[in-house]
């Protein structure tokens, strides 16, 4: 499933290059997929999972500006479409993010979409309709239709999901407009130890090893329910490049203990001496 | 019921051509009632059933602009009607949608009309009244009344419907101005395996009719409440166009299952399941 | 109780010439009392018993001029009394439904009066006391008195009346300003027998009656509360205009029954059969 | 406890001659005291007690300008004080209600002050504090004190008066802040008697002292929470008038018992049965 | 501690001359540390109990400018801090009333201290803290510092004070920054009297004495929460005042018992009649 | 972790010289770890137990500039970012606190990070993350990167830290930005003791000592909830510099009694009466 280089590109928001260590599950392969088809793609995963890299690392491989949004219920049409300003001449129009992007051939990602307003949604609605297109009713009535490179993705967070909740809490009209939607997990333990050592610059990869385990222990005490929260592999990095400056678990103590709530400090302190003795 | 082509209209609004599977049930017949009448339609339907295609295509048919806006409560009057702006030479008046689309004699589509606000409603009381008019009471009072070309359709998704909603979600008065109210269902199976093939490409028959049997299975799931959400025709065609560049099953993975939430994606691979074997 | 014809009145809001078939009751009458003697009057009656009709029947006998406004809580001051816009000249005062129909002589009709902003109710006091003038306090203070041709009539729903609403959603200092209350009540059969056949063209009085039958039957379940909602004069002219071109139950299928909830349907669909036979 | 006229005033806010029969209870007297002595006066009463009448007979006997304004929580701080607006030669102050009057020697009455915002209550204890000023900070900070003719009144409902309410939904510090509160009470029978026979024109004193018989007993009935509602001398004049031109009962009909709930109407009927038989 | 007498100064908003008696408890002298070491003071007491008065007696003693703002929860940060205006020359600034008291060298009494708008509390944070500067974000961005005149000082109601309320109801940060706060009491029985027979010019003392008494009983009432309120030292003056020209039990109906509710104005009567029979 | 003096930098936002006793537990030296690489550091701890002095003492040190904005909720992006306004020349850019800090290389300490908009917290993941920039899309779309010398602190109060808050009020995705997190707490007693002496001047040890521990004894009284707030050393020194002028007992009533809750209040002076006998 190749996505083209698109060589001649001179967008300022294409990404610097990226270290990324491509999980095994298939999923650079079918946002590849939705790239070339043309067709917007859905990433649902807890915070720190990667979801915003593989875009970004994707963004970087074939030289694609990527613009980022989030869409938490405070962003409003105005950002999003555009609006009038006033000068000496009058009011004219300013582009907002979405029609900027789908103007200069950028990828969009909107984070957090299952929080966006419901005229949000609307736009995006007829965006990704038959119609494709979008009209600044703001404005003057015109229609704007996408670039050929624009592409959209989109993001949103699993983590309140209850029974009633999960996917659902994105609107089913909207959910019906992506094609594809990939659920992502943590990386497994060699891929995530492969990362740490990559982004941290620690390479004891002995210490890193027992961080990423600890850390998977972590996650299942959160799955668990035993403590709230979340763990990504960013923390881990944290963690990974403290120790290289002070004793390990000094620096689990500002790195990894210090984020949780003093209830829940006690577990992850007993998990961090698991690996670390005192 | 024959509704005359509008030849010489060259609205921007005129749909693209379009594939459509009229259904069976009348529903095409009542909406062209409608129009060579000259009187409102309301639309009611699951999300997906095809209310918004089916005007569509009839715009399409007979040559006619079609505009849409949705109503849901993020819908103000300044963007129905309209608004005053400023410029050098003060403020001017910037028709809204409504007013743009009576001047304009394009057919215009509301979305989510049980959500309108109530000032939304008092206009369309007095358009769909016997005064047949709207007055530009945030401008200069002036009456505008509709080009002839000029129809007006909504919709509503009675979804919530439990003892007390429905169509009584809708305020009274406003129903009341619909002459004509029309229940859409899903298509039947044979019309759905010609939908799904004409728009998917994949004109495996036998697949894609199991997929439209698994597609009813849930849907009937969804209606019992064994899970929750709705399944559109839309989601089936995607299924169909991922299963030819990838295993029908990992296609329904990415297309069909993911779209659920974690608690109802088992059931929804039982069905899966049983129509395609692992 | 005449009421002399204003005969070189030109305003652009005198009604269209209407059929309206006059209840019996003696509202007219007493319309015209307030009418001759400068009082307002208030109307309370069901959605579609005719409270609109009878004020604009009576505006186009005598030549004046008819305003809508609808008070349902969503109508501000600012539309209402006027507001100040701006130009190069500076800001300039553009005046209100109120203000414009009181300096005009044109009458006008309150709609949904129970459901007006507190301010929009004090404006209406200082109007209806004994001041009888309203002061633009947001333009530069003035005062404003009406036209001796000004009628001000106010009409509300009593369909929320449980034990404490009913006239008391009312404000009671707003109430106690209208003189003359009329409580108005649907047609009686033969009236609405002719009326139909007037207005739907259609001329089978037989099946006709049937339908007022049928409508009174549904009105009967709804004041039973066995169903919900209301049932317009309206409602039965579109069945009867429906059926001139459908057969009467496939015409009753999208005039009537569609316009109740899934659970209301049923009684509904019911009573038709009872009146015309599958 | 004489308040001289003040002869040579011209203010446009000087009430028209009126009708007034003064309540036996000094009320008045203690008015006149409040305005002798230049301390402002707080009214509490049932509407249609007569609180504003008996203020604006007062204005219109010494000659003063009344101005009203209702506090009811959507009147601003804006209004109240004043405002910036724009021209061409940039903004400009324009007075709101209070400052007008208060430079322009005027009363002013308060409606409903129980309601206002605190904002507002703030700008009133600083009228009516030791300081007497009232600073204009939303213009340009100046200090304003009132026209030595300047003269300030409130008024409130009881009518919400349950265990903890009552003056105490005033705010104790604003209560505090006026001197003298009167209570008012209904007219004694012979006053209404008066009253009603000079403002309806109905002469027939035996009919219209049944009707405020009547009206005492209707008022018995809401004290003692058999229906609810007020009663006002204004809704008797309006039956008395009508009663000119309609038979009594039919009068009562379209005046009193409409103006009642539908489950209060028949206790109201009763009673007007009870006075004038059937 | 002496605080010496601002001499030179100006400014318009020095007080008038006061008439105080000073209470016997030595809050003035810590106002007077407060003032003589540059600390702001905090008053917590109940409504009249002379928080403002003995901040106003020391300003005009020593010759300073008293501004007054209240924080109720209604004063926005563009009225405390400044805000932007627009003219022909575009915008400017103008300052608000803390920013141009500290300009003027002025003092300034917060009243409501307890219902600041967060955003209003941050400004005082950093006005109190040892950076002793407020910026002008609004603005452009500038710093300004306090005039060595300037004083800040506070006040706040304990009225709801419960078993989590109190000085708790003002933000602990807050809180933090006053140095000295001081609970005030009412007056004790000879210092009232006193100031009662100064204020209202009624030189009966016995009489007076024995309105104080009766002030006192209600305010135990109060304490006891058998009725509801509070009773201020002025609230007896306006009685003392009304009986130079009522009889005094007269005068206790309009200045005293109308001001309860209606369950509550018995036990005050009650009291009134134990000191003053009828 | 030497963090180099940045010595040509004149900013007007460097403090001025602090005294600070560096409490003993290696806080500083954290801080200057994340000052040196340059990652973002979040300070979790009571309120007055010195986050905000840290933060400034380490600023004052190194030379650098230091601003503050406090994230309550009531901060928007306008002021954090920018906002355009008018002159006469039309609309310009005005850069908000955060951007200006960025460009000027000043340091950033963002108050109640927990309490901040969605919409803030998002610019900050675009600052914080490998992004390291934000884009000013209220203005033209343009991308600032932070000058070299930028660094970002930011600080809450864990106070209302129950089984399910803590840590967790923040926002896991904002707090992933942080990879140091440093809990604070109070300082030890003879760090205390010679805190309060150096900033009080108050040089009488034992008494300080006393008052020290009375402080944490109250300390202990609110971890245990016996009574409720907080205990800064803030508060000691006030105390202690109060006794300079009154007896230590008085001194305790104004500057620590006076500040509790009545309900409160005895605890705290029995506390008190236990160090300073009556």
Redesign the interface.
Known sequence: ?AVPVNAGNAS?FI??P?VYIAPSQGYLE?LA?GVA?NQPVLL?GE??VGKTQSV?YLAWKTNNGL????L????TVD?FLGK????????YW????LV?AMQAGDWILL?EINAC???IA?CL??LLD??RMV?L??Y??R?VRPHPDFRLFASMN??E?G??????TLN??L??R??????MDYLSEDEEVQAVTAQSGNRDEDVVRRMVRAANDIRAAIRNEKI???F?T??VI?WA??AL??PVREAAR??VV???????AETVQDIVDNYFEA
């Open positions: 499933m300022a990404p610097p990226q079918k997929f088809n649902i915070t720190g970004r613009r980022r949004v989030n938490n219920g405070a962003t950002e009038m300003l006033i000068n000496e001449q009058g009011t300013v582009d907002g993010v900027s984070d307003l419901p005229e609307f609605h007829s038959d119609d009209v009713m703001e003057d009535g229609i699993p983590s999901e029974r009633y909740s999960g996917t659902k089913e009209a959910l019906d992506f094609p594809i939607v990939i659920r709230f929260g979340s990504s960013r923390r944290d490049r403290m400056s002070f500002y790195a210090s984020k949780q709530s003093a209830y829940d």
